[in-house]
């Protein structure tokens, strides 16, 4: 790709002789794979936060709600843990792992096969579909029909059920709000029954029924989601414009951003003093332009390239060269300044601001999910099977009145050296969105800002990282200082300690889940520890995020990080590089 010919050019400055090899890529593998003995579910990234494979002896495909109502029967019957996941298994947590470390009774069912029926009620604006249903295959269908889904994340290579189970959100403090689930007007939940009901039943969850407030964000633990009913509006065009601009204001203007565009975002960039405004609002179907918004962080990507890039930041890594990271940094910043960050107005290339297209085509993206067959050598930059991207993704969810001080001390520590932000800049820097109070239990209870961070991960999970402290302190500021809420879908096991006390409606979803899963099949030890936040110490733990650290040998003492106080947050405590220093 024409992008990262230009940045391998500052790669080969960087890197020597970095060793390539080229492999047959296609859209990304299937998230079960089995051989003959046992199977074992991935994730999108091929690594759960804990690193630990998951394995599983029975994977049930079912094809109609009946099948999958089976299946949970079938698993209660014969008193087997259950859990469900989508063809896409996109969620880093090990959520969707029913088995436990030492017996197999369990079953996991796959809704790869469930995604054929999508029905559109054009006079109620409302659409109703199968649980395992792609986004994208939705979307497609509902501006088909004229109509338009409102939210939707950013990546579209997620299913129905799986993206509100976890409460995935775009941007938006107008209206419903940016998150999805915030627009689901009913599903229906397949829960474990009596012998008389034949060990299943499929129960319909209507609008104004309380039970919705349970299931809609349910982590997959209260039972299968089957058909999931989203409400729908006229479709509308929109029109978006990015400026990349100072940063100083950011913990000024967000409030401001937010109530004034519709589906605004900021991208902020802190070893660049540089935020990126994304103005973004809706136009009406008349407004000229057909434009696409081709997030480049989702594009297909030349493996040979995403390999280099990893190839680069590793050697970056083993050098501590800080300033390497800086200048991969720069060289990605300028690009998406010149692409804006994937926009094309004619469906091609970027021709100029503002991008006007269709909201199908402009709220989420992900087109390396497809990677045209003519190629055979590029695929998503994180496909497992490729020596390529591996990086952390933390996600704080604050309230609205706690945001400002998080971003100054964000800056305070930048300030005190911006090269130790290149790192997190490289990838998107902070991306900042919006979401509205929720009545899901496990949804937000208040308006809130939610913060994205991707930063490096070692290949080995005993190797410490460049700034490893750094990234650590703002993710100890996000979850306890400033008591954000970590997002169900993404983070490292930490941002989940103490998770309970920072949802008002905790208890209401843990009752619901003991009236209709009273056994506790929808239930594993992987589930629990997200769901009540437990974790373990041992020697390296906080390297992996498993653990905060109390002691040096959480960290890496051999390879000098040492647990040290946090710089601006003094009572965090980080694993931080410090070589014997003369005193
Ligand atoms: C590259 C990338 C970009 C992302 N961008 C965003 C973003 O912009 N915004 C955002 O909010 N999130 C984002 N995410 C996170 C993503 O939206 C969530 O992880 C989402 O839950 C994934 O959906 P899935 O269909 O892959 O679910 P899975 O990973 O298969 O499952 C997720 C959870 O839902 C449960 N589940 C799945 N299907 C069912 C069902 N039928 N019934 C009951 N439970 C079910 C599973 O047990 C599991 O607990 C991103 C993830 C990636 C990898
Ligand atoms: C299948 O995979 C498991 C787990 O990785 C492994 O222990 C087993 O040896 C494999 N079996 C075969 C037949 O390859
Ligand atoms: C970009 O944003 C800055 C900061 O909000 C503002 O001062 C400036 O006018 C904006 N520029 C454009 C072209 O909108």
Known sequence: ??????????????????????????????????????????????????????????????TTEEELRLAVAHANRNKLRVKVVSKFSHTIPKLACPSTQQSDDSLLISTAKYDSHIEIDSANFAVTADGGVALRKLIDKVEEAGLSLVAAPYWEGVSVAGLISTGAHG???????????????????????SESEGYAKVIQIGAQDQLLNAAKVSLGTLGVISKVTFSLERGFKRSIKYNFTD???????????????????????????????????????????????????????????SESVRATEKALESAKNVNG????????????????????????????????????????????????????????????????????????????????????????????????????????GFLIRYIKASQAYLGQSEDSIVVDFNYYR?????????????????????????????HWAKNRNLAFFNVQSKYPNYNKFLSVKKRLDPKNIFSSEWSDEILFGTGVKSDGCALEGLCICSEDRHCSPSKAYFCKPGLVYNEARVCRYSPATVL
């Open 1 to 62: 790709m024409y992008y990262f010919w230009w940045l391998q050019c500052v790669l080969h400055l960087l890197v020597w002789g970095s060793t390539l090899q080229t492999i047959q890529a296609i859209p990304p593998q299937a998230p079960v794979q089995c051989n003959g003995t046992i199977c074992t579910l991935y994730n999108s990234y091929g690594a759960w936060g804990d690193r630990k494979d998951c394995h599983v002896k029975t994977v049930a495909y079912p």
């Open 171 to 193: 941007s938006s403090w107008w209206g419903k709000g940016g998150a999805v689930h915030d627009h689901v007007i009913g599903l229906s939940l397949i829960v474990p029954a």
């Open 247 to 305: 940063d100083s204001l950011i913990e000024n203007e967000f409030i401001e951003h937010g109530k004034k565009y519709e589906f605004g975002d900021i991208a902020w960039y802190p070893s660049k003093h540089t935020a990126v405004y994304r103005y973004d609002n809706r136009v009406s179907m008349d407004a000229l332009g057909d434009g696409i918004n081709d997030f480049l962080g989702f594009q297909d990507n030349e493996i040979l390239v």
């Open 325 to 428: 990271k800086c200048i991969l940094a720069a060289t990605t910043l300028a690009y998406k300044k010149q692409i804006a960050n994937g926009l094309k107005n004619n469906g091609l290339i970027f021709t100029g601001y503002p991008v006007v297209g269709r909201q199908g085509k402009m709220q989420t993206s992900g087109s390396c999910l497809y990677s045209p067959t003519i190629r055979i050598d590029s695929s998503c930059p994180w496909d497992p099977r490729i020596k390529g991207l591996f990086f952390y993704e933390s996600t704080a969810i604050f309230s609205v009145t706690k945001f400002g001080d998080f971003i100054r001390d964000v800056k305070k520590l930048r300030d005190l050296k911006p090269e130790n932000f290149c790192g997190v800049d490289h990838y998107n």
């Open 458 to 486: 070692a290949d080995d999970a005993s190797t410490p990282r460049l700034n490893e402290d750094v990234m650590e302190e703002v993710e100890q500021m996000a979850f306890f200082k400033y008591r954000a809420r970590p």
